[in-house]
């Protein structure tokens, strides 16, 4: 029989508390001296001194704001203002999805409904930006996944560099982090799922046919035939979940 977690006492809430007050205060201390990506931070000795707080409970909020992505430590060289980077957060939303995975899966699938919103209403401003160039890349890509389905060689990498390609065009950073982190969070769950799983040359086909509505500058198909897509990722993870994994 499963024994129920440990009540937090009110002595460990306070010491959470005050962990992200001081992890809050750091980034506010960033922000205030005017600190930007790669630029270094106070020494530990420093940030204990000006905060009034012991080194270990700095060095400890440190490690926090470094596991977010807000600051890099590099050993023998000092603490640095991370780069723009939400890679962060796939470890943590990757084993959320696997673990719902036994239970219906439903955080699976809200990862899949972001991504198909996210991605099927930006296709029409990305189309809007489309160049000839960015045109070519992404008919290089796709050939290259029809190839790999006719040696019935998984798409993996070639499916994901299609969609970079797609939203290419925005030029937004955030949007191309946001996507890498989902791609990494679904590329483990499939890892998690087993191998073998859909028809390379159906996937193909699929990608060609985005690609035809985005070359002909039909944004509402385009958008529709996106759509399509992720209904058929949405089906093929619920088929396994209710198998369990």
Same mark, same amino acid.
């Given at each position: 029989m499963a024994t129920a977690p440990a009540a937090v006492s009110p002595a460990g809430f306070g010491a959470r508390i005050r962990s992200e007050a001081l992890q809050s205060r750091i980034m506010d201390l960033i922000l205030e001296r005017g600190l930007d990506v790669g630029d270094a931070l106070p020494t530990e000795n420093e940030l204990s001194s000006e905060l009034g707080v012991g080194r270990n409970t700095v060095r400890e909020s440190l490690k926090v704001l470094q596991a977010l992505g807000v600051i890099e430590i590099r050993h023998g060289f000092g603490m640095f203002v991370a780069p723009n980077n939400l890679s962060a957060l796939a470890s943590g939303l990757a084993f959320r999805g696997r673990l719902s995975l036994r239970h219906n899966g439903e955080e699976v699938m809200e990862l899949i409904d972001v991504?198909? &919103?996210l991605e099927s209403g930006l296709i029409g401003p990305a189309i809007e930006l489309l160049t /000839? /160039?960015? $045109?070519a890349g992404l008919k290089e890509v796709m050939e290259a996944m029809r190839e790999a389905a006719l040696e019935g060689r998984p798409l993996t990498g070639h499916d994901a560099e299609f969609h970079r390609c797609l939203y290419a065009p925005l030029g937004n950073q955030v949007l191309n982090s946001l996507?890498?982190?989902l791609w990494q969070v679904h590329r483990q769950i499939h890892? &998690? $799922?087993g191998s073998g799983?859909?028809?390379p040359e159906e996937q193909a086909q699929a990608y060609r046919d985005i690609y035809e509505a985005v070359a002909n500058r039909d944004k509402a198909l385009a958008s529709e035939r996106l759509q399509r897509h992720f209904d058929?990722?949405?089906? /093929? $993870?619920r088929?396994? &979940?209710r198998q369990g994994v």
């Open positions: 991504r198909q &919103a /000839e /160039e960015h $045109l996507m890498d982190v890892q &998690a $799922l799983r859909g028809n058929g990722i949405r089906r /093929e $993870l088929d396994v &979940a």
